[in-house]
């Protein structure tokens, strides 16, 4: 098996799908794109942005499944996968992925067919897809949130604490990168961790978040990700930003996500206007590990639902 290639299992998914690159003002954005099949879909489009560390392979199980409403687009977010990394001296934060959602949709879907978007977010990508239909609702057709409620939060007691350790890690730097024999091995790295994978799904992940180095391959995703950030939302700004949505929302709750026992989530979704909600089998990456099809019809029927 060639070392970067995807798992059989992701390559026979994966057919009809062409990799893109969209220029933005200080990086280029890259991604796949999944062509619509039907004539009414080819003007529509349906923007999904994945999780922290993932990248557009993500969504290689669910846009298919989503091609008869919308042209299907995953995009790698910046210093995710195949996306330029920030410029030196900036950081990853919050915000500025929402800017860069934004200038996408300015630049590059502007002129779709009823000039809005369809967003399908997971974790920090549903996160970074509610803050901008918060702030342009006119922009937003539909939203989806895949095992996301909003942005992580701080009490406001936390800020200065947070502040230094942010700095603090800036100024240390990020270290030597593992450099890892084969793309097998760091398959295996990932399948543990906050958000476990299953073998198939990590090797199918994996190759597009690495690159080679001398006799083996190191993270092709900028090391500046793990760092801390330096200002985070209070829940009361977290509110607030849900509160703001008008766009017709749909959450899809994992039944052993990171959100499954969560306190405070009702409150997030109590603030929401009218959500859709639906339960679906499986842990965070429901949509990419085990059974999916439940994550694909929910999604398919909401926003095929005029």
Known sequence: ?????MSSEAIGSAAGFREARWRLQTLTLAGLTWPARTEAGAGRAVLMLHGWLDNSLTFIKLAP????????????????????HRPEGQGYLLMDYVADLAELVEVH??????STVDLVGHSLGG?????????????????????????????????????????????????????????????????????????EAALTLIPRNMKPEGDGFVWRTDPRLRHPSPL??????????LRAIVTPTLFVRA????????????ERRDVLESPTIAHVPGGHHCHLDGDTRPVAEAIRNFLEDE
């Not at 098996?1 to 290639?5: H, K, Q, T, W, Y």
């Not at 937003?140 to 895949?146: A, D, G, P, T």
């Not at 007691?157 to 091995?185: C, F, H, M, N």
């Not at 039944?255 to 306190?263: P, T, V, W």
């Open 109 to 114: 879907f502007s002129e779709t067919g009823d």
């Open 127 to 199: 996160i970074v897809c509610a803050l901008y239909a918060a702030a342009f609702p006119e922009k937003v057709r539909k939203l989806v949130m895949i095992d996301s409620l909003g942005a992580i939060s701080r009490p406001i007691e936390e800020t200065v604490p947070q502040l230094r350790r942010a700095i603090k890690k800036r100024l240390a730097g990020s270290g030597r990168q593992t450099v890892y024999p084969d793309i097998q091995s760091a398959a295996k790295a990932r399948e543990g961790g906050l958000s476990p994978l299953s073998p």
């Open 1 to 5: 098996m060639n070392d970067i290639a």
């Open 255 to 266: 039944e052993k996500g990171l959100l499954a026992y969560r306190k405070g989530l009702d």
């Open 232 to 241: 985070m939302m209070n829940e009361e700004q977290v509110l607030a930003s």
């Open 65 to 84: 499944e989503l091609t008869g409403v919308a042209t299907a687009h995953a995009i790698d977010m910046a210093g995710h996968g195949q996306s330029g």
